[in-house]
């Protein structure tokens, strides 16, 4: 006899959820023969305990008895094979390498959160910092860090004045280590950023509830922090608490490479044939796996549930979407799924922050889905990355070098078509710049020689501040604000894959030095709103003399900022510059200074310079200024 339907109905959710004494799950499966859940002391697929098929391929059951922590997995019988399979929607697997996982069953409840209230910046506001979990508080010949791992840097990550985390995936993927773009297991978070020891999670629980206590919330207890969900959830939660959003990286317009029999990869066992017949997938691949059918409307669910599943059980406050541009051009409908995904997400959490990787960049991607565009809040832009790297690798030719700060200037502007700055993720590192297969990191851009060398920070300070300064949502890569230079791996044995936090922690000069400038300019930009705003005009490039100087201020309400930067090896002074308006603009900012912090031979302005009347550069008033060089400098109106 097959297994009852209680609190079984149309809208029973998919995967495993408890009711009652029990728990109903609920798999699709359209070309199956059979479908049974095994669990623990019924492993075998007997009679007892076999789903039963009902419309659309959707096999259901109730199998009572089963609660928050218990092991199930599906045997599924087929027309081309018959074995068991991991149920795709899987909240959690077990620790065990992927083939022999099995999915645990839990309770979305189970966690106490403590971040009632909790808004995310708005997104104008955004700062984000992206981050590797697995990178982490890592060691050579070491384990992967951890989602807790996280929070042992989490008043480095404060104290640097981000707003936003945004973590590489964290799907369970099959290999023992990686960037996250491989998942298989997209509901599970990875089970090797999980602390499973006993002993490490009793001081991870300390870890965790110190934070608690200083927000002013009550502790968790060790069974609390039990798995991975949980501890991702720990993650949010203390983070929400101390002022942090947490965003994350999904990937929806492929899965894989690393299949195994047991995976979502011709789930329902059908006869093996072109890709096309895996139910999930097309036969088109990408980065070495399959784009998802987006045609099919179970697929599709399945990736918007998931979406829903972290912004509601998780409660992280947006994502960022990897190549959704594969989603659109290698499978049909994926424009459609991008709106249906979008219209959704924004239905269940208004305030999340909708970001899409779309090459090259689309003001489609980004309009509403009634203009018929994909519906994303913003995308990133590599236009501003581009120009600046390359800028940087110029200017380490020497001083005689030709250094396209036109092209700096182009980028610094608003990307074409874009309605809005804060619509464009902004950044000159990230996960796809610094691996050692793509390209070195700004540091051994600026000096390849010696990337703790004075061109190397100095050109570094300039590159960092323009990103901070310029228009747009800004993201920094983990370990740019220490003026990281070794290519980042998620490797463990390579070095690449242990941040500076040595160097940072015993005090080194050079990293603290430059982690303090990119500190005070984060402060400088959260004080200035005129730096956050819509306006810029780059009224100023001085291709020879490598120097650009552009104007930021809020529309409508004034906040002036003017910025000069020079890549320029020579200080120059009495040098002749546009201002907004005449009168004294104070220096608020000088990079120079963050050179041997505080940098006893700084040249700068005295504090500040006195514009008069006679205009010029298109402005109505300018000022005499020196600029250091190799530095960024910023004045406001006093």
């Known amino acids: 006899m097959a297994l009852p339907q209680h609190h079984v109905w149309p809208g029973t959710p998919m995967g495993a959820t408890l009711a009652g004494t029990g728990a109903t799950i609920r798999l699709w499966a359209p070309r199956a023969r059979a479908v049974h859940v095994c669990y623990h002391g019924h492993w075998a697929p007997v009679e007892d305990n076999r789903l039963s098929r009902g419309p659309a391929g959707h096999w259901t059951g109730f199998v009572d008895g089963l609660r928050d922590g218990s092991q199930y997995k599906l045997w599924v019988v087929g027309d081309g094979s018959t074995g068991f399979k991991r149920d795709p929607r899987a909240r959690e697997l077990t620790p065990d390498p992927v083939p022999l996982a099995n999915g645990i069953v839990r309770d979305p409840g189970s966690y106490p959160w403590h971040d009632a209230g909790f808004r995310p910046p708005a997104f104008h506001e955004l700062v984000i910092y992206q981050l590797h979990v697995g990178s982490m508080s890592v060691t050579p010949g070491h384990d992967v860090g951890t989602f807790l791992d996280v929070l042992g840097r989490l008043d480095h990550l404060l104290a640097l004045g981000v707003n936003a985390l945004q973590l590489l995936p964290v799907a369970e993927f099959p290999t023992s280590t990686s960037l996250g773009y491989n998942g298989t297991d997209l509901y599970s978070p990875e089970q090797r950023y999980a602390v499973q020891d006993p002993a490490a999670l009793e001081s991870a629980r300390d870890l965790v509830n110190r934070y608690l206590t200083r927000g002013g919330r009550s502790g968790l207890t060790t069974g609390q922090l039990q798995g991975g969900a949980n501890q991702l959830k720990a993650l949010v939660d203390v983070c929400h608490l101390h002022g942090l959003a947490v965003l994350v990286d999904v990937v929806y317009n492929h899965a894989g490479p690393g299949f195994d029999d047991e995976s979502l990869y011709f789930l329902d066992r059908a006869p093996a044939g072109d890709n096309n017949n895996s139910l999930y997938f097309t036969d088109q691949g990408w980065v070495g796996g399959l784009v998802f059918a987006y045609w099919n409307g179970d697929v599709r669910q399945f990736l918007i549930d998931n979406a829903v599943l972290l912004a509601t059980e998780f409660h992280v406050d947006g994502f960022r979407y990897d190549a959704m541009d594969v989603a659109v051009h290698q499978s049909g409908d994926g424009w459609g799924f991008c709106q249906d995904l979008t219209s959704t997400v924004r ?219 020079s890549l320029s090896e020579t200080t120059r002074t009495g040098y002749r510059i546009g201002m907004p308006r005449p009168g004294r603009w104070a220096e608020v900012f000088n990079s120079d200074v963050y050179d041997n912090w505080i940098n006893p031979h700084v040249a700068g302005n005295a504090g500040s310079v006195w514009a008069d009347g006679a205009g010029m550069h298109g402005m109505p008033a300018a000022a005499t200024v020196t600029i250091p060089p190799n530095a960024i400098v910023l004045f406001t109106a006093a």
């Not at 747009?472 to 070794?486: S, Y």
């Not at 070095?495 to 922690?505: E, K, Q, T």
């Open 347 to 565: 239905f269940v959490k208004p305030e999340a922050v909708q970001v899409a990787e779309y090459w090259p960049v689309d003001p489609r991607a980004v309009r509403s889905t009634l203009e018929q565009g994909a519906g994303f809040d913003a995308c990133w832009d590599d236009g501003l990355r581009d120009a600046v790297r390359a800028a940087v690798a110029q200017a380490s030719a020497g001083r005689d070098a030709a250094v396209d700060m036109d092209r700096v200037a182009r980028n610094l502007r608003r990307p074409g078509g874009m309605r809005d700055a804060w619509r464009s993720v902004r950044y000159i590192e990230s996960h796809d710049e610094v691996r050692p297969d793509r390209g070195p990191r700004v540091p051994v851009l600026a000096d390849s020689s010696d990337p703790r060398s004075w061109y190397a920070r100095s050109r570094s300070r300039v590159a960092t501040g323009l990103l901070l300064t310029a228009p747009g949502i800004p993201m920094l890569f983990m370990g740019q604000e220490m003026l990281e230079a070794t290519p980042w791996t998620d490797d463990v044995n390579r070095a690449g894959n242990v941040l500076s936090w040595a160097r940072l922690d015993s005090g080194d000069e050079v990293v603290t030095d430059f982690l303090v400038f990119v500190q005070e300019l984060l402060r400088i930009r959260r004080d200035h709103p005129g730096l956050r705003g819509e306006g810029i005009n780059v009224f100023h490039v001085h291709q020879d003399g490598r120097v650009i100087a552009f104007h930021r201020w809020v529309e409508g309400a004034g906040d002036d900022v003017v910025v000069l930067a």
